[in-house]
């Protein structure tokens, strides 16, 4: 037996994701509500899966992709590194509630993993233990 519930596979990690940050940020339950780093982590981890899970979770990266395209068109010329960048500052210091973290902590992995670099290792790195949780 290598994992604890079988067969997870990319979609039902997103699924996982989406019902732990639906029903965690709220809290209301034996456990306290997550808070502003697990909501962070957990945000980006899920923006991943969605990127990885495609099919219905596509929604949420095509979104993301069509608010860049806006951007470049306001904008020519800025580029997803600036992109993340701008989004990670905007995240670490502006006061903003769970939820808003869970949002733009998706919309903030998908931007950093099409930037390259670092984040595009991690993110295919998140994507591969998705599939591999068989």
């Given amino acids: ?18 019902v732990l940050l639906l029903v965690g940020i709220p809290g209301g339950g034996k456990l306290k509500p997550l808070g502003w780093w697990p909501t962070l982590i957990l945000s980006m981890l ?3 899966a969605y ?3 495609g099919g219905l979770f596509k929604v949420v990266p095509d979104l993301v992709g069509s608010l860049i395209d ?3 068109g ?7 590194p600036a992109l993340a960048l701008s989004l ?7 006061r903003l509630t769970a939820k808003q973290v869970g949002l733009l902590g998706i919309a903030f992995w ?5 930037a390259g670099g670092t984040w595009a290792y991690v993110s295919d790195s998140i994507a591969n233990l998705g ?4």
């Fill in 70 to 72: 806006t951007v470049n």
């Fill in 88 to 94: 990670a500052i905007f995240i670490l210091f502006k």
């Fill in 46 to 48: 899920a923006g991943s």
């Fill in 1 to 18: 037996m290598n994992s604890v519930f079988g067969n997870l596979g990319t979609v039902g990690l997103a699924v996982v994701l989406t």
């Fill in 51 to 53: 990127k990885a899970a």
């Fill in 110 to 114: 998908y931007v950093a993993a099409g």
């Fill in 74 to 80: 306001l904008v020519p010329g800025v580029t997803m």
């Fill in 131 to 134: 599939a591999n949780l068989a």
